[in-house]
């Protein structure tokens, strides 16, 4: 499995086809129609990048960062919008966002950096445990 990603949009037809995707792929998936309905699914597993839309009702993608990024600091984020402008992304960045991303957006480009981000969160989660084996 080559790792483990959460998908939060409320657009049907761009999560199932996301999730299908990344299935293909190897990716272990969850997809969400909303950020609250996202919680329960991190709360029981180990996720390692969330591609959440920026648009969502109740909760958006950035108040949804930041509330993951309390419980779960290591989890990276890549944000999608239908609606991009600079100061969305400059938003989506200050949060901690490892990306953005426009819908439509380039699949191949989307799974090049799901899979450096998956790389880099695994790295961080076994620094710890390497250096105390080095010891």
């Known amino acids: 499995m080559e790792g483990r990603v959460l998908i939060a949009d409320d657009e049907k037809l761009v999560r199932e086809t996301l999730r299908l995707t990344l299935e293909e792929e190897g990716f272990a998936v969850w997809a969400v129609s909303s950020a609250l309905d996202a919680f329960p699914i991190l709360e029981e597993e180990d996720i390692e990048v969330i591609i959440s839309d920026l648009r969502m009702p109740v909760m958006d993608g950035i108040q949804f960062q930041k509330q993951v990024r309390e419980r779960w600091p290591d989890i990276e ?13 400059v938003s989506a960045a200050r949060g901690g966002g490892a990306d953005y991303m426009t819908k439509p957006f380039n699949t191949e480009a989307l799974l090049l950096r799901v899979r450096e981000l998956i790389t880099a969160v695994k790295n961080r989660r076994t620094m710890p445990q390497r250096l105390s084996d080095d010891s």
Request: aromatic share 24%; charged share 0%; net charge neutral.
């Open 77 to 89: 984020f890549i944000f999608m919008t239908a609606f991009g402008s600079v100061a969305t992304a």
